[in-house]
């Protein structure tokens, strides 16, 4: 049979009672707080990990506010400019066909000077061919009488053939 010693059995529970008091308080105690420490230390960390995600959310989601404005504004700055392209490239044609338009009515009046000239040049000629055709054909000059009444005649057929064409 196993007998025990009951000094040697009371002399080990005080040797094992007293080496858990000095490994309690030596030991188990700061491993404790240090424990306790990196608990603390790593919900911190999550917590500002998470108000670190909650920021970027935030930015992100001001970024894509001002990403959309940004291209509002820039499509409106074309449409803007386009208009404004438009107006532009309307006043040039409006002013070019003015331009055209003023540039013919002056060519329109030139010419009915000119042509006006030009008949009054013929008109001279003729007088002046017919009078020395005449004065040839009589043989002699004519009176200022006859040569008036000749050139008034002369000239009303003239005036009536211009008309027929």
């Given at each position: 049979?196993?007998?025990?010693?009951?000094?040697?059995?009371?002399?080990?529970?005080?040797?094992?009672?007293?080496?858990?008091?000095?490994?309690?308080?030596?030991?188990?105690?700061?491993?404790?707080?240090?424990?306790?420490?990196?608990?603390?230390?790593?919900?911190?960390?999550?917590?500002?990990?998470?108000?670190?995600?909650?920021?970027?959310?935030?930015?992100?989601?001001?970024?894509?506010?001002?990403?959309?404005?940004?291209?509002?504004q820039?499509?409106?700055?074309?449409?803007?400019?386009?208009?404004?392209?438009?107006?532009?490239?309307?006043?040039?044609?409006?002013?070019?066909?003015?331009?055209?338009?003023?540039?013919?009515?002056?060519?329109?009046?030139?010419?009915?000077?000119?042509?006006?000239?030009?008949?009054?040049?013929?008109?001279?000629?003729?007088?002046?061919?017919?009078?020395?055709?005449v004065?040839?054909?009589?043989?002699?000059?004519?009176d200022?009488?006859?040569?008036?009444?000749?050139?008034?005649?002369?000239?009303?057929?003239?005036?009536?053939?211009?008309?027929?064409?």
């Open positions: 049979m196993i007998e025990i010693s009951w000094p040697l059995l009371l002399a080990q529970v005080v040797t094992f009672l007293a080496a858990m008091v000095i490994v309690w308080k030596l030991f188990w105690g700061p491993l404790t707080r240090m424990m306790e420490e990196r608990t603390r230390k790593i919900s911190d960390d999550l917590e500002r990990a998470e108000n670190g995600r909650r920021e970027i959310e935030a930015l992100e989601a001001d970024y894509h506010c001002r990403l959309a404005e940004i291209e509002e820039a499509s409106k700055q074309i449409k803007d400019a386009v208009k404004k392209g438009t107006l532009a490239r309307e006043e040039i044609l409006s002013g070019a066909r003015q331009e055209a338009q003023r540039i013919l009515e002056k060519a329109q009046q030139d010419l009915a000077l000119e042509r006006e000239n030009v008949i009054r040049e013929l008109r001279n000629q003729v007088t002046d061919l017919s009078l020395a055709a004065e040839r054909l009589l043989g002699q000059g004519l200022q009488k006859v040569q008036g009444r000749l050139l008034d005649g002369f000239i009303n057929e003239v005036d009536n053939l211009e008309n027929v064409q």
